[in-house]
């Protein structure tokens, strides 16, 4: 494990992690245009509003800059559709179950998960 001196440097560095493992699950492509420039890392359920699942890769979607653009406008039936075809139905609803906990956020687990 990394030692980090901060709270919020933990998060960026978990973030980060996060982000890189969405990207190459989706061979370094957009999931919605397939283009392979700007990737950036998209969480279906938001980080602030649903911790337990900030970290979980299944929340996270690959987008070039455009289409994350064009999410934010409100297309989540396309973000889901893309979730439940990886996961699956009775994952995805798990994973909205563990997004609507509350609870104490455990960064040194999600930095084993992330890292294995």
Known sequence: MI??????????????LW???VILRADKRCELCYRASKL????????????????????GVCLCHGCHQWK???HSETM???IIKRIGQKEFENLKIRASMVGKIDFKMWELVLMS
Do not use: Q
Not at 3 to 16: N, P, T
């Open 80 to 82: 889901r559709d893309l």
């Open 72 to 74: 934010s406008l409100s």
């Open 19 to 21: 982000g890189t493992i």
């Open 40 to 59: 950036e890392a998209h969480h279906y359920f938001t980080r602030r509003m649903h911790g337990n699942t900030r970290w979980d890769i299944d929340v």
């Open 3 to 16: 030692l980090i001196d901060s709270k919020a440097k933990y998060k960026r560095y978990l973030d980060y």
